[in-house]
């Protein structure tokens, strides 16, 4: 009779310990997928642009720099990625760009530069769909880019956008990061080749430019 | 000057037609760059790379072992804002001057790229035909019936060269098809398999034509 009962409580346990093993298992997948994913590195190869013959101050404002795409399974660090891709785009736009520091301001002081071009804001949206056919994961990325003078007068704001969405097919994204960050890449990158389209043909910039060229003459 | 023009152009066809298979895949290679375009600017990871391109390539490379295919997204990187879904030229036109554009023909002949296909296409389909009806019960159960579903792949691929910034060939591929699922107890689907067909005729005829080019410009010098 002892043993019986015995018996019985191995079997009932055998469930829970199961059950316990699933869920420790189920955390642990949880867990590595909740991490913060890195973002593929940009291309080698330097964007193609007329650079411009001037000197600018390159700044990060913190709503650029620290945007997240984030949900409760994955969480990607855009702003970081956005920095490092805007940091080539803007060598190559200009013959010089140097990182101007947070503090003090660079409204706020002679940066002896001749103009001061600020990425503002980067935001990113994602909404995660499903695999059922009619419910697509969406990715949304936007940039807010000014250039001013180095006296604080504005020259040019863009704001460039990228959308993608893709429906998942069934058992497509086990792990959602192999669906969700290729589409984060190419919003950004669509996003900024906009923005370098844009810019290398605005009436505004070539004005600036054409006024840096004149200035250069006179002295 | 026109018989100088012929006798090169049959000398060109007498050096492609009289090398022997495994002599043309021991000639020199033949540097080539492949980019979907138009690329649909909905789809934007299709750009990036596609079965359709993976498709070609393989069959490129089986036709001509010579040719050397560098994919599209590493001559989307290169040209990297220009040739982007959302950026990229909408017309023939604005696609050769863009090639004109001396970064532009810098950044691909330095990888020792000397011609560029451009292939677009895809697959339309009709409305299914037909019906299937499917039941079960008393520990039985089947389908019965037949539809069918008619499929064209038109796909067809420029060949820019590089050195004269100008489309030199134009091939083209349709393939029609129908998919079909017979039913008797079991639906037994049967593909059209259309694109894999487009994709083979259109990448042997990508390869003759890269080939020929080849030579004739080796013939020219």
Same mark, same amino acid.
């Given at each position: 009779?002892?043993?019986?009962?015995?018996?019985?409580?191995?079997?009932?346990?055998?469930?829970?310990?199961?059950?316990?093993?699933?869920?420790?298992?189920?955390?642990?997948?949880?867990?590595?997928?909740?991490?913060?994913?890195?973002?593929?590195?940009?291309?080698?190869?330097?964007?193609?642009?007329?650079?411009?013959?001037?000197?600018?101050?390159?700044?990060?404002?913190?709503?650029?720099?620290?945007?997240?795409?984030? =949900?409760?399974?994955?969480?990607?660090?855009?702003?970081?990625?956005?920095?490092?891709?805007?940091?080539?785009?803007?060598?190559?736009?200009?013959?010089?760009?140097?990182?101007?520091?947070?503090?003090?301001?660079?409204?706020?002081?002679?940066?002896?530069?001749?103009?001061?071009?600020?990425?503002?804001?980067?935001?990113?949206?994602?909404?995660?769909?499903?695999?059922?056919?009619? =419910?697509?994961?969406?990715?949304?990325?936007?940039?807010?880019?000014?250039?001013?003078?180095?006296?604080?007068?504005?020259?040019?704001?863009? =704001?460039?956008?990228?959308?993608?969405?893709?429906?998942?097919?069934?058992?497509?994204?086990?792990?959602?990061?192999?669906?969700?960050?290729?589409?984060?890449?190419?919003?950004?990158?669509?996003?900024?080749?906009?923005?370098?389209?844009?810019?290398?043909?605005?009436?505004?910039?070539?004005?600036?430019?054409?006024?840096?060229?004149?200035?250069?003459?006179?002295? | 000057?026109?018989?100088?023009?012929?006798?090169?152009?049959?000398?060109?066809?007498?050096?492609?037609?009289?090398?022997?298979?495994?002599?043309?895949?021991?000639?020199?290679?033949?540097?080539?760059?492949?980019?979907?375009?138009?690329?649909?600017?909905?789809?934007?990871?299709?750009?990036?790379?596609?079965?359709?391109?993976?498709?070609?390539?393989?069959?490129?490379?089986?036709?001509?072992?010579?040719?050397?295919?560098?994919?599209?997204?590493?001559?989307?990187?290169?040209?990297?804002?220009?040739?982007?879904?959302?950026?990229?030229?909408?017309?023939?036109?604005?696609?050769?001057?863009?090639?004109?554009?001396?970064?532009?023909?810098?950044?691909?002949?330095?990888?020792?790229?000397?011609?560029?296909?451009?292939?677009?296409?895809?697959?339309?389909?009709?409305?299914?035909?037909?019906?299937?009806?499917?039941?079960?019960?008393?520990?039985?159960?089947?389908?019965?019936?037949?539809?069918?579903?008619?499929?064209?792949?038109?796909?067809?691929?420029?060949?820019?060269?590089?050195?004269?910034?100008?489309?030199?060939?134009?091939?083209?591929?349709?393939?029609?098809?129908?998919?079909?699922?017979?039913?008797?107890?079991?639906?037994?689907?049967?593909?059209?398999?259309?694109?894999?067909?487009?994709?083979?005729?259109?990448?042997?005829?990508?390869?003759?034509?890269?080939?020929?080019?080849?030579?004739?410009?080796?013939?020219?010098?």
């Amino acid at each position: 009779m002892r043993w019986i009962e015995s018996e019985r409580l191995a079997s009932a346990r055998l469930p829970r310990l199961l059950k316990q093993w699933a869920c420790a298992a189920l955390v642990t997948l949880a867990l590595t997928a909740c991490g913060t994913v890195p973002l593929e590195p940009s291309p080698e190869a330097a964007p193609i642009f007329r650079q411009l013959d001037a000197r600018v101050g390159v700044v990060y404002a913190s709503p650029a720099r620290t945007a997240v795409l984030s =949900n409760p399974l994955i969480r990607i660090e855009v702003g970081q990625a956005s920095v490092a891709r805007f940091e080539r785009v803007f060598t190559s736009m200009f013959t010089q760009a140097v990182a101007l520091p947070d503090w003090p301001p660079w409204r706020e002081r002679s940066t002896g530069l001749d103009g001061v071009i600020v990425l503002e804001q980067t935001d990113a949206e994602l909404v995660l769909g499903d695999d059922g056919g009619r =419910n697509p994961d969406v990715v949304r990325i936007a940039y807010r880019v000014c250039l001013y003078e180095s006296g604080g007068a504005e020259i040019r704001c863009w =704001n460039p956008a990228a959308r993608h969405s893709h429906q998942r097919h069934p058992l497509e994204c086990l792990d959602m990061r192999s669906c969700i960050m290729p589409q984060t890449e190419i919003c950004m990158r669509e996003a900024i080749a906009r923005f370098m389209v844009e810019a290398e043909t605005d009436p505004a910039l070539k004005a600036w430019s054409a006024r840096i060229a004149r200035r250069g003459v006179s002295r | 000057m026109m018989g100088v023009g012929i006798a090169r152009t049959l000398v060109a066809a007498s050096l492609f037609l009289g090398t022997p298979l495994h002599a043309q895949a021991d000639a020199a290679a033949i540097a080539v760059g492949i980019v979907g375009w138009p690329a649909d600017p909905s789809d934007a990871m299709h750009a990036m790379g596609s079965d359709m391109e993976a498709c070609l390539v393989a069959r490129i490379v089986e036709a001509a072992p010579e040719i050397v295919v560098t994919r599209q997204r590493t001559i989307r990187d290169a040209l990297f804002p220009l040739l982007e879904p959302a950026t990229q030229p909408a017309t023939e036109e604005a696609f050769a001057v863009l090639l004109a554009r001396e970064e532009v023909r810098g950044r691909l002949v330095q990888r020792g790229l000397h011609y560029l296909i451009a292939f677009s296409g895809g697959t339309l389909k009709d409305k299914p035909g037909g019906g299937i009806l499917c039941g079960g019960g008393f520990g039985a159960g089947g389908c019965l019936g037949f539809s069918w579903q008619g499929e064209t792949t038109a796909l067809d691929a420029a060949l820019w060269s590089l050195d004269a910034g100008v489309r030199i060939r134009h091939e083209d591929a349709r393939v029609e098809g129908m998919f079909v699922m017979p039913a008797f107890i079991l639906p037994v689907p049967i593909p059209a398999r259309t694109k894999a067909q487009a994709c083979h005729e259109l990448g042997g005829k990508i390869a003759r034509a890269i080939r020929q080019t080849a030579a004739e410009h080796a013939a020219n010098r």
